[in-house]
């Protein structure tokens, strides 16, 4: 990720309990326990803002920051594409089964994409499905944290 000045990237977040989570702009939402993946962009300083997701001590400002306040980020990826692709990303996963879109407008306030959140009551073998948007996507630098 040092290398990469800005890009897209996809948190895996893991929210333990069910929880009813005021959530900025869109109030407050009921969050089922189960797996978050939030699709966002950085065209600058991409490794301040993967820092700053994993970080609990932040100011609010994205609807993200909500959710993380609550839940922690089990693994991420970042992509080196342009934030076009942003949205051509959450398309893709959205087509799969696995995930559900559990609330509309969650990070999606500059695009006309339904929400950049998905949802799956299972553990999702995350390498397994960005295999499906492989040939569109180069992974630069996969991260876990634990």
Request: net charge positive.
């Amino acid at each position: 990720m040092d290398d990469l000045n800005s890009g897209i990237y996809l948190l895996n977040i893991y929210l333990k309990d069910d929880q009813i989570i005021n959530t900025g702009a869109l109030g407050k939402i009921k969050y089922k326990k189960g797996y978050y993946f939030y699709i966002g962009s950085a065209q600058r300083n991409l490794k301040a803002r993967i820092k700053r997701h994993l970080s609990k001590d932040k100011n609010f400002h994205w609807h993200i920051d909500y959710l993380l306040d609550n839940a922690k980020i089990v693994e991420y990826a970042i992509f080196n594409a342009k934030k076009s692709l942003e949205c051509k990303l959450f398309q893709c996963l959205k087509n799969n089964k696995i995930f559900d879109v559990p609330i509309e407008g969650f990070g999606s306030s500059d695009c006309s994409c339904k929400s950049h959140l998905l949802y799956s009551k299972e553990k999702v073998d995350l390498t397994r499905h960005l295999k499906q948007v492989e040939q569109e996507f180069r992974i630069i630098k996969p991260g876990v944290k634990n």
